[in-house]
């Protein structure tokens, strides 16, 4: 038997995102030694008492909204879980990571990927956008940063 190939997918839910997954049904879902990990770190919605005055009912609301698109976001995950499954992937072999993020995303990615011994990172890219050049993005980053773990890029 051979050793269990683990695969990391981050998912941010771009058209791009979408692209990936499929490269991942079409490269590894035949494959019975891979487990697959999708990954998606949220921006925590922060905790605030309010009282009321009506800017902070309108605070309140706001994260109220901010709240719902978070659980929103997990359900949207779960069905990405669904379609790899539907795929070819086995239950068992798909799992999602959705967590408050505490760092960059490409940062979170980076940890993750160390520290639960991943192999494989499929991970999207679009080229362009000159503010990129300037404030850097999440492939650069996670290519730049990982040791000892391939890179599929899916553009």
Same mark, same amino acid.
């Given at each position: 038997?051979?050793?269990?190939?683990?695969?990391?997918?981050?998912?941010?839910?771009?058209?791009?995102?979408?692209?990936?997954?499929?490269?991942?049904?079409?490269?590894?879902?035949?494959?019975?030694?891979?487990?697959?990990?999708?990954?998606?770190?949220?921006?925590?919605?922060?905790?605030?008492?309010?009282?009321?005055?009506?800017?902070?009912?309108?605070?309140?609301?706001?994260?109220?909204?901010?709240?719902?698109?978070?659980?929103?976001?997990?359900?949207?995950?779960?069905?990405?879980?669904?379609?790899?499954?539907?795929?070819? %992937?086995?239950? &068992?072999? @798909?799992?999602?990571?959705?967590?408050?993020?505490? *760092? $960059? +995303?490409?940062?979170? #990615? /980076?940890?993750?990927?160390?520290?639960?011994?991943?192999?494989?990172?499929?991970?999207?890219?679009?080229?362009?956008?000159?503010?990129? %050049?300037?404030? &850097?993005? @999440?492939?650069?980053?996670?290519?730049?940063?990982? *040791? $000892? +773990?391939?890179?599929? #890029? /899916?553009?």
């Amino acid at each position: 038997m051979m050793d269990i190939q683990k695969i990391l997918l981050p998912f941010n839910f771009t058209p791009n995102d979408h692209k990936a997954v499929e490269f991942a049904i079409q490269a590894f879902a035949h494959l019975e030694e891979v487990e697959l990990t999708v990954f998606f770190a949220y921006t925590p919605v922060p905790e605030i008492e309010t009282q009321d005055a009506s800017v902070m009912g309108k605070l309140k609301a706001n994260l109220s909204y901010l709240g719902q698109k978070v659980m929103q976001q997990e359900a949207e995950l779960n069905k990405v879980r669904e379609k790899l499954v539907q795929g070819g %992937f086995g239950e &068992g072999r @798909v799992k999602t990571v959705f967590k408050a993020r505490k *760092k $960059d +995303i490409a940062a979170e #990615i /980076v940890e993750l990927a160390a520290r639960d011994h991943f192999n494989v990172i499929v991970i999207n890219h679009k080229p362009g956008k000159a503010t990129r %050049f300037f404030t &850097g993005n @999440v492939f650069s980053k996670v290519v730049n940063a990982v *040791k $000892d +773990i391939t890179v599929c #890029i /899916v553009s």
